[in-house]
């Protein structure tokens, strides 16, 4: 059974950036699409970016500061972020397109003016 756990979150100031990273385990990482979501509190978990195939997405909040990638060799992937807004606040997860596999715990971004 797959598993995730992100990391990279904090407290940064809007304008600043911060590069989430997702290590995953338990499933061949490189044979599948690679997502990440995140959840405010008290809102359904929205997803963020995914990459799958060679096709990128990026919910329209979020495109052009943020870049997804992954490194297979280390069955990791990553969520670059840049010009931070107070608005992108959230707990941050990885996961696949298709939520394949349990959620992790998640990595916390918090954004102050």
């Known amino acids: 059974q797959g598993t995730f756990v992100e990391s990279g979150g904090g407290l940064v100031q809007a304008g600043e950036s911060l590069r989430l990273s997702c290590r995953a385990s338990g499933f061949r990482f490189n044979m599948y699409g690679v997502a990440w979501y995140r959840r405010v509190s008290g809102k359904e978990r929205e997803l963020v970016a995914s990459?799958?195939?060679?096709?990128?997405f990026y919910t329209d909040s979020v495109r052009g500061r943020f870049t997804i990638s992954r490194d297979n060799t280390k069955n990791t992937a990553f969520l670059q972020m840049n010009d931070l807004k107070i608005e992108d606040t959230a707990v941050y997860y990885c996961n696949t397109p298709g939520k394949v596999f349990n959620w992790g715990l998640g990595t916390q971004l918090t954004v102050s003016s």
């Open positions: 990459m799958r195939a060679g096709d990128i």
